[in-house]
């Protein structure tokens, strides 16, 4: 399975963008960039996913590296309520059961 | 609005008892999956099922099985338990080769073995 690279943590400063990095330099063409996010205490929750090109919704924007090695998620103007540990996993849409793996993903501190 | 549900949020049990940890999603997923999370280490998938009857190892199963009877139903089982199985339970679903939509979490059991 593909992996994901993510840093540990991060800050950001409320109301201010944030960009959360996320390198999958063996991603494969069958591979859909995932996000989620875990609020404290609670499971965690969908952000977001592309393929190819860049998407936005009411949560976030993903950009995504047009070599598909890395990608970006975007929180356009953070709030205490966006500090939460971030996720950024591959799902192969490949034929085969899926094993849906995480790893440590990135904790966000917001700044008031 | 509660889509996948864990029955219980805190437990505590003995070392050597049977534990059953229970899930149970409304989305008719044929995907189901259980993982722990400890600090530091994130979410490490223990088993997953895609199917009634059908499950696979994860990357930590020792000391864990699972059952999948029902579509709906996914359960853990912590044959004896043991100290080091303190951890939070995750149980998610999601539909089968639908790799382009979402998969729904529970809220997660924290479990203590004293």
């Known amino acids: 399975d593909a992996k994901t690279t993510q840093p540990n943590s991060m800050e950001s400063n409320e109301e201010e963008p944030v960009h959360l990095p996320c390198n999958h330099s063996?991603?494969?063409?069958?591979?859909?960039i995932h996000w989620y996010r875990q609020l404290p205490s609670q499971g965690p929750e969908y952000v977001i996913h592309g393929l190819t090109s860049n998407v936005n919704n009411r949560m976030a924007s993903l950009a995504i590296a047009e070599d598909r090695k890395s990608s970006t998620l975007i929180l356009h103007r953070a709030t205490l309520r966006d500090a939460a540990v971030y996720y950024c996993?591959?799902?192969?849409?490949?034929?085969?059961?899926?094993?849906?793996?995480f790893g440590t993903g990135t904790r966000l501190t917001i700044i008031p | 609005d509660v889509k996948v549900t864990q029955s219980s949020r805190y437990l505590v049990k003995r070392t050597g008892e049977k534990v059953f940890l229970e899930c149970v999603q409304d989305?008719?997923?044929?995907?189901m999956f259980w993982y722990r999370q400890d600090p530091g280490l994130g979410l490490r998938l223990i088993y997953f099922s895609y199917d009634v009857k059908m499950k696979e190892k994860g990357d930590i199963p020792e000391g864990y099985s699972v059952s999948r009877e029902k579509k709906e139903r996914f359960s853990l089982i912590l044959e004896s338990a043991s100290t080091n199985q303190t951890s939070m339970y995750l149980c998610a679903s999601s539909p089968w080769d639908r790799e382009d939509t979402e998969a729904f979490f529970g809220q997660g059991t924290r479990l203590t073995v004293v």
């Open positions: 989305m008719d997923h044929e995907n």
């Open positions: 996993i591959l799902r192969d849409d490949g034929f085969g059961n899926e094993k849906l793996t």
């Open positions: 063996t991603i494969s063409g069958t591979d859909y």
